[in-house]
């Protein structure tokens, strides 16, 4: 029976002779593909990959930004043909992009996807079976033909994903376009959302600070009020640009069991401060303006602590 020890051996030598093979075959396809260059050289520019779970997910990532903007996209009918699946997801969410990148998870159901892909960005780090485990099933979906990511691209991904935080991640809903086809081409609706590949608003919006709302949903009193304060002494002492407009209860008292951040303007180095400020290293959620009154919107829930 092998001792623990040399299983940990046997496992280490596995995971480098499968890193150096995905090294070597990166650099046969690397003049061969615009998805490899982009990555390699931190180009600035939209790379997309269609998650086919139900409901669907496309993932956009900016090498230069270092941005990833997930977009949920509900289907009533799914093409059988993939390539077909693939491009019907792109077109729900209106994305046109330059080549046609998919995986299909073992798990079509999307919340488990999501749920383990978080954990596995936070947690590899510390356990770093994960990354074999990441590195197995990306073999194994290559094998069944889940996904048409080359070597090449699955590792230069991973090596840009690795160095992410979730808050880095922004979440939307396709929901928010769907007025776009409506609209005639030369002008969007107002309430339209683009994919964001890097942070969207205007350079003149980057001159003001944040505006702020904070909502308490924790069920403990007095919780807004003491962010609120905190931020606001952050931002007299010139260490973080907000302005907190209004703090309350969530409306009819609801609390929730985790602490968001919404975000209605696109300003995402801005947001992910904000959010890393207070101790949120969560995914960012994204919705339209509606009838905000702010920039960004903290909700406060049970898992929340305030900052020292």
């Known amino acids: 029976m092998e001792s623990p020890h040399k299983k940990r051996q046997l496992i280490g030598k596995f995971l480098l002779i499968c890193l150096l093979a995905l090294t070597g075959w990166s650099f046969v396809v690397q003049i061969k593909s615009p998805t490899v260059s982009a990555l390699a050289d ?14 669907g997910m496309t993932f956009s990532y900016n ?10 996209v509900k289907r009533k009918k799914l093409p059988k043909n993939t390539q077909e699946n693939a491009r019907d997801l792109f077109e729900k969410a209106n994305i046109q992009p330059k080549s046609l990148r998919y995986y299909i998870p073992k798990s079509i159901k999307r ?8 954990y596995g960005l936070s947690a590899w780090h510390y356990n770093p079976v994960l990354a074999g485990s990441f590195i197995w099933e990306y073999l194994t979906a290559l094998h069944d033909k889940r996904t048409n990511l080359s070597p090449a691209e ?22 928010e376009n769907k007025k776009k086809k409506k609209s005639s081409s030369k002008q969007a609706p ?8 890097a942070d969207l ?12 709302e904070v909502l308490n949903a924790s069920g403990k009193k007095g919780a807004a009020a003491d962010l609120t304060q905190y931020l606001r002494n952050k931002h007299q002492k010139g260490l973080l640009s907000v302005d907190v407009l209004n703090y309350e209860n969530f409306p009819g008292g609801e609390q ?7 975000d209605y303007t696109g300003r995402l180095s801005q947001v992910k401060q904000l959010s890393t400020t207070i101790g949120l290293n ?5 919705e339209k303006q509606g009838n905000a009154i702010c920039d960004v919107r903290i909700v406060i829930g049970k898992d929340f602590r305030q900052p020292i």
Do not use: C, G
Request: no cysteine; glycine share 0%.
């Open 256 to 262: 929730k069991d985790k602490s968001y951040i919404v």
């Open 282 to 286: 969560n995914e960012i959620v994204a």
């Open 42 to 55: 931190k180009q600035d520019t939209a790379l997309y990959i269609a998650i086919l779970t139900q409901p």
């Open 201 to 212: 608003a205007p350079l003149a919006l980057e001159d003001r600070p944040l505006l702020v």
């Open 190 to 197: 107002k309430d339209y959302i683009p994919e964001p590949v």
């Open 154 to 175: 699955f590792l230069l991904y991973s090596m840009a994903f690795a160095r992410l935080e979730l808050t880095d991640f922004t979440v939307r809903n396709a929901e």
């Open 63 to 72: 090498p230069h930004s270092r941005k990833v903007i997930l977009t949920t």
């Open 111 to 118: 919340d488990p996807f999501w749920e383990q892909f978080k």
